[in-house]
């Protein structure tokens, strides 16, 4: 894993631990329950980015493809 990917990763988990230390001192059950969500979503988040380094297969965009910029593309043959 590169530094800026170890980096992505730690920011992620502090990011969770947050959340979840903050859903600790929450009475509000939804907002309890949105808060251990998103801890949850930042930590899939770190694990994705830890396992995309080890793979090492190149990222594809593809055209029309909804992260592709529509002017990267020349449709004329």
Same mark, same amino acid.
């Given at each position: 894993?590169? =530094? ?6 730690? /920011? ?7 959340? /979840?230390?903050? /859903? ?49 593309? =020349?449709?004329?043959?």
């Amino acid at each position: 894993m590169s =530094d800026s990917e170890s980096v992505k990763a730690a /920011a992620y988990r502090l990011h969770a631990a947050h959340c /979840a230390e903050i /859903a600790q001192g929450t009475s509000d059950r939804e907002g309890r329950a949105t808060l251990l969500m998103m801890s949850l979503a930042w930590l899939r988040l770190a694990e994705l980015v830890e396992k995309n380094s080890k793979s090492q297969l190149p990222v594809v965009v593809l055209a029309g493809s909804p992260q592709s910029d529509p002017d990267d593309y =020349d449709d004329k043959p």
